[in-house]
């Protein structure tokens, strides 16, 4: 094949990739819900970890002092100092619950991850029988 086909082919895919990317469509669409499934069964991890009696005190603290932070009515530094504001949430949060991971031995969350996978994949393949609303058992 000659190159200036070779090239032409390049150009032209590259072109519908861009395309592609420039277009919201169903794909963007799709990667913001599985993000936002992962999320939730990562929460779902957390919360089996926390009540697993041999996941270490430190690490319950810190997972306790993460979501206490999330829910607490203020912050420590207010939301209406720009910037710093919003990423005072953004980092702390995840900061807490990445301490508390690094206490936990792996066993245990990789076990919690894998039930929680099992559970998930349960609930979204089981029946609905013709109930117009999807299956309700989350």
């Excluded at 592609?20 to 069964?41: E, Y």
């Excluded at 926390?50 to 690490?59: F, G, I």
């Amino acid at each position: 094949m000659p190159a200036t086909i070779r090239a032409a082919r390049k150009s032209a895919a590259t072109a519908k990739n861009r395309t592609a990317q420039a277009v919201p469509g169903k794909s963007n669409r799709m990667a913001v819900f599985h993000m936002g499934s992962a999320f939730k069964r990562e929460l779902i991890v957390y919360e089996h970890v926390l009540r697993d009696k041999r996941t270490p005190v430190v690490a319950k603290l810190f997972l306790g002092l993460a979501i206490g932070y999330l829910l607490m009515p203020f912050d420590l530094i207010p939301d209406f100092i720009p910037v710093i504001g919003h990423l005072d949430d953004v980092v702390i949060v995840p900061a807490l619950v990445f301490v508390a991971l690094r206490r936990i031995p792996r066993e245990i969350v990789a076990k919690h991850r894998e039930q929680v996978a099992r559970e998930d994949k349960a609930t979204m393949s089981a029946p609905t029988y013709g109930w117009p609303l999807g299956n309700l058992r989350n």
